[in-house]
Nanobody, 124 residues
Framework: QVQLVESGGGLVQAGGSLRLSCAASGRTSSTYATGWFRQAPGKERDFVAAITWSDVNTYYADSVKGRFTISGNNAKNTVYLQMNSLKPEDTAVYYC?????????????????WGQGTQVTVSS
């Protein structure tokens, strides 16, 4: 089991920056991938970014590529999402997720563990 807690959300003006953190506890050593997903009101949960730990590859949704950066430490117990040049359309609840299985890291259905989410609101 892995427990995930997100933090760092808040209200920011368009063009601003936020850094989200995901603190993991439990059996983090077996984590294959950690991802960030977001869900806006009335919409489905969408992929944002992910990191696979075996090869330290990173993946990004086209909508955030060049603006967001995912990173973490070797112990896999902290993962960050640096968000720059924020836009109003980035407004959503952001979730951290993790899985020990070797899966497609961009697919939310493949993840086993989820945090409670943190709200990000970008004003225009």
């Amino acid at each position: 089991q892995v427990q995930l807690v997100e933090s760092g959300g808040g209200l920011v003006q368009a063009g601003g920056s936020l850094r989200l953190s995901c603190a993991a506890s439990g059996r983090t050593s077996s984590t294959y991938a950690t991802g960030w997903f977001r869900q806006a009101p009335g919409k489905e949960r969408d992929f944002v970014a992910a990191i696979t730990w075996s090869d330290v590859n990173t993946y990004y949704a086209d909508s955030v590529k060049g603006r967001f950066t995912i990173s973490g430490n070797n112990a896999k117990n902290t993962v960050y999402l640096q968000m720059n040049s924020l836009k109003p359309e980035d407004t959503a609840v952001y979730y951290c997720a993790a899985t020990p299985r070797k899966v497609e890291a961009t697919q939310s259905a493949r993840y086993d563990y989820w945090g409670q989410g943190t709200q990000v609101t970008v004003s225009s």
